[in-house]
């Protein structure tokens, strides 16, 4: 039988990881071996696991490049789960189209946009050749002149160094949660300006 690719893409705190949770636990209930990985550059606190902004956590093995998953999946694996694609390079694409067709059943999660909000690294590639498709969204976080939480369906990451605006010229990837990053909707994420403008 041939396998499959599902991405569960969106912003920061959209629930990605929670669901990529709770994937493996149900394929863990169906009795199917799970190996789940995650990027080395993902530097947040948690060891070998991959582990929810405030919730549960599931034990992961970290990897420093795409290639070497394939080094460690084992024969007997049914179902492959990375956490933080978006953090490899575009050899990840390949890798989970080679345990597709082995037959494996793959699971992703990432942000599908970076901080200015454009396409973050493989994550369009990966959403093209995936199967299925989900989009989470968190909950806009944007505080108005009232004191109000806007609430609508934040579907951006805004990057906030001591509550300014990061520059367009910062690094693509500052491993961060609530002390760098807010989930905005689309009336309240502000794209950085580009140099040239």
Not at 88 to 117: E, H, K, P, Y
Not at 181 to 190: I, L, S, T
């Amino acid at each position: 039988m041939k396998g499959w690719i599902e991405v569960v893409a969106g912003g920061m705190f959209a629930g990605k990881t929670e669901e990529l949770i709770l994937r493996v636990r149900r394929a863990e209930i169906a009795g199917q071996k799970v190996q789940v990985f995650f990027p080395t550059r993902d530097t947040r606190p948690g060891g070998e696991k991959i582990k929810v902004h405030r919730g549960p956590s599931l034990k992961a093995t970290s990897v420093e490049s795409a290639k070497k998953i394939l080094d460690l999946v084992k024969e007997d694996t049914a179902v492959v789960a990375i956490d933080e694609v978006q953090f490899f390079d575009w050899t990840i694409v390949d890798v989970c189209n080679t345990l597709a067709d082995r037959g494996i059943q793959v699971i992703l999660s990432g942000l599908d946009m970076d901080f200015r909000g454009e396409a973050f690294g493989p994550m369009p590639q990966l959403m093209a050749v995936a199967a299925e498709v989900d989009k989470l969204h968190a909950v806009c976080t944007f505080r108005g002149s009232d004191g109000e939480i806007c609430g609508g369906e934040a579907v951006y990451s805004q990057r906030l160094i001591n509550g300014e605006l990061a520059s367009w010229n910062s690094p693509t990837i500052v491993v961060g949660a609530e002390d760098l990053y807010k989930p905005r909707c689309p009336e309240h994420f502000k794209r950085p300006k580009r140099p040239e403008e």
